[in-house]
């Protein structure tokens, strides 16, 4: 199981958050996921000069029991690794793991 561009984010330089993705419907484990974030293109113009260092760690599994089975969430943090003058940037999710 692969996915790719899953979602859209914008982190500034120093910030993180965690991002959560939910696969298939409830019920399915999609087992271990690994994930890393991606940046986008800029699409402005002037299109900006620099370096933007993107770490993706801790990896979480939220489970939401519920009558209709069980709902599996993957959240994994993202940081835009801080440095005086690295970009902000739009950055999407990438991965897979074992079907």
């Given at each position: ?76 943090l993202?940081q ?20």
């Amino acid at each position: 199981m692969a996915f790719n561009n899953a979602g859209r984010w914008w982190l500034k330089n120093g910030e993180s958050m965690f991002i959560g993705i939910s696969f298939g419907s409830p019920g399915i484990n999609m087992g271990p996921i690994f994930a890393t974030a991606l940046p986008l293109p800029f699409d402005t113009i002037p299109t900006p000069s620099g370096i933007t260092q993107l770490e993706t760690s801790r990896q979480q599994v939220r489970f939401l029991y519920a009558n209709g089975g069980t709902a599996w969430t993957y959240f994994w943090l993202v940081q835009n690794s801080p440095s005086p003058g690295w970009n902000s940037t739009w950055f999407t999710m990438s991965g897979g793991g074992p079907a």
